[in-house]
């Protein structure tokens, strides 16, 4: 089956030219994504762009409810919290086998969590897993019985349900792992509705029918997702039949595909958030006036306007109104104004410097980052500050940020879409997220105020006083301005006519189990 997915993918995309008309193969549908995947492990990656992939051909315990970021059931039946929120025992689902045969059982689940968690495990080291702060609160995972598993937390954690739903919760086979070791990336074997068939670096990732899915084999023979950075490039794929599904429109092109009866446009709304990380550890953004100016200097409405084009709204801080639960709305977004700009860099004691400012070619959520980035060097040189942009591919830039921008920049563009109001402040803001201690903290933000509170929402159940928490975090981390904040996006995305029951998704993935053509 998979040899004669992949010889007939071969020869669909032999002509893949702009001017010409590409012919996909009946059933097969080609979707055109903005980067290619840095793995095929859902353990080890990070990104959106991955994550839109790997969510078809995996499965977790739990997993989103279509059109809500609310928990249901997956590989899990079933599952019972105790009373003192510290154990989670979930009911596995029997009969369910890996695309490599071997068996879904609780063992797989423990398996699965040990070699994300546990450095003495014998397959710690086909990591690193950058995500695994998911679950820094499991003590340890317990088989009960073969189709029953326990998860013992340390104190209660709130979004424990959703960080399952999210990819570093998807389950491998642990034959797999054990085969393939540290190159798993590019032998992904899970249990979901479409299995592994082929990747070739730089041209396309392909994806197969899983005829016996627990769930219901999909209608479709294959998916075969093509990396396009560029997003010109893009559309000139969708335009000349290159492409079934297009991520991440240009703003230019969508009243294009609107107008146009052979498209259709799919807008929704979701948990993002577009910003400038700010190098606090090194001048001149080691002083609060310094980054506040930052936020002053930009015109963030004439980003979200002119660029964006009205697909965006201007952020007021580090929290997505997406969460409306957590969200606070009593917060203003920075206004546009330079002479303020200009008396905080003069109070902040900055002469000029070079300030290195990293933009990436595109990336998950990134939006129009080239455009973007130019123009806030403009309104950043408008008010005196010298900026030299560095532009990187976007897992080269990932490569660069991620690990910390101290000694390298002073500026960064970033976006992240979320599944809790926990999971970007906690990866991103606390002080023990520093990038050294596993996090993704780049800009080295501390206040020991912002930690507490952090640390008091993951563990508190009531989310009327979860929100509380969030709310109160939000006003400082605002006035403190470790980023510029920047653009809250709505997503989209344009499918050719003959595609039926495609959907966007509030947590931002790709799922096409039920996706016809």
Same mark, same amino acid.
């Given at each position: 089956m998979r040899k004669f997915i992949a010889g007939v993918l071969a020869s669909a995309f032999l002509a893949f030219a702009p001017a010409a008309t590409a012919q996909i193969p009946p059933n097969v549908l080609v979707v055109g994504q903005i980067a290619e995947p840095k793995s095929l492990d859902p353990h080890a990656v990070t990104a959106v762009n991955d994550f839109r992939i790997l969510m078809n051909m995996y499965d977790g315990l739990v997993r989103y409810k279509d059109g809500t970021l609310e928990v249901e059931p997956a590989l899990a039946e079933s599952w019972t919290i105790s009373e003192d929120g510290t154990t989670y025992t979930f009911k596995l689902r029997e009969g369910v086998t890996f695309h490599d045969g071997s068996a879904f059982d609780a063992e797989a689940v423990k398996f699965n969590f040990d070699r994300m968690l546990n450095e003495d495990h014998p397959y710690h080291d086909t990591g690193p897993f950058p995500l695994a702060f998911f679950f820094s609160s499991v003590e340890d995972v317990e088989v009960v019985d073969e189709f029953t598993v326990a998860f013992n937390l340390s104190e209660p954690y709130a979004p424990f349900l959703s960080n399952l739903a999210y990819p570093t919760g998807l389950i491998v086979s642990p034959t797999a792992v054990a085969e393939y070791g540290e190159n798993f990336g590019r032998h992904p074997t899970g249990t979901g509705a479409y299995k592994f068939g082929e990747w070739e670096a730089n041209a396309k990732v392909v994806a197969v029918r899983n005829e016996g899915y627990w769930d219901g084999a999909p209608a479709l023979e294959a998916v075969i997702y093509r990396p396009i950075t560029d997003a010109n490039t893009r559309v000139a794929e969708m335009l000349s039949g290159g492409l079934d599904i297009m991520v991440e429109v240009p703003p230019d092109s969508l009243q294009q595909f609107k107008g146009d009866n052979a498209y259709a446009v799919h807008e929704q709304a979701g948990p993002h958030v577009w910003f400038l990380i700010l190098n606090a550890k090194e001048a001149p953004f080691n002083v609060k006036a310094a980054r506040q100016a930052a936020n002053y200097a930009i015109n963030k409405t004439a980003l979200v306007e002119n660029i964006l084009q009205g697909t965006a709204d201007?952020?007021?801080?580090?929290?997505?109104?997406?969460?409306?639960?957590?969200?606070?709305?009593?917060?203003?977004? /920075?206004?546009?104004? @330079?002479?303020?700009?200009?008396? $905080?860099? !003069?109070?902040?004691?900055?002469?000029?410097? %070079?300030?290195?400012?990293?933009?990436?070619?595109?990336?998950?959520?990134?939006?129009?980052?080239?455009?973007?980035?130019?123009?806030?060097?403009?309104?950043?040189?408008?008010?005196?500050?010298?900026?030299?942009?560095?532009?990187?591919?976007?897992?080269?830039?990932?490569?660069?940020?991620?690990?910390?921008?101290?000694?390298?920049?002073?500026?960064?563009?970033?976006?992240?879409?979320?599944?809790?109001?926990?999971?970007?402040?906690?990866?991103?803001?606390?002080?023990?997220?520093?990038?050294?201690?596993?996090?993704?903290?780049?800009? /080295?933000?501390?206040? @020991?105020?912002?930690?507490?509170? $952090?640390? !008091?929402?993951?563990?508190?159940?009531?989310? %009327?006083k979860r929100a509380q928490l969030y709310k109160q975090m939000q006003e400082i981390v605002q006035e403190d301005a470790p980023w510029v904040f920047v653009a809250n996006w709505k997503q989209n995305a344009v499918t050719r006519a003959e595609v039926k029951d495609f959907k966007l998704q509030p947590s931002f993935f790709l799922m096409l189990q039920d996706v016809k053509k």
């Open positions: 201007v952020a007021a801080g580090p929290t997505p109104p997406a969460f409306a639960w957590a969200y606070n709305e009593a917060l203003e977004p /920075y206004p546009y104004d @330079p002479a303020k700009a200009k008396e $905080l860099l !003069a109070e902040a004691g900055y002469d000029g410097e %070079e300030v290195t400012f990293y933009v990436t070619e595109g990336g998950s959520g990134m939006l129009d980052p080239i455009a973007m980035g130019t123009a806030i060097q403009a309104d950043l040189e408008a008010v005196g500050m010298d900026v030299k942009i560095e532009t990187y591919e976007w897992n080269t830039f990932l490569g660069k940020v991620n690990p910390g921008l101290e000694g390298k920049a002073n500026m960064a563009e970033m976006a992240w879409m979320t599944n809790d109001p926990d999971t970007l402040p906690f990866l991103a803001l606390r002080s023990d997220a520093f990038p050294d201690k596993g996090g993704f903290n780049s800009g /080295y933000y501390s206040n @020991p105020e912002v930690d507490t509170l $952090l640390e !008091a929402a993951r563990r508190e159940t009531d989310q %009327e």
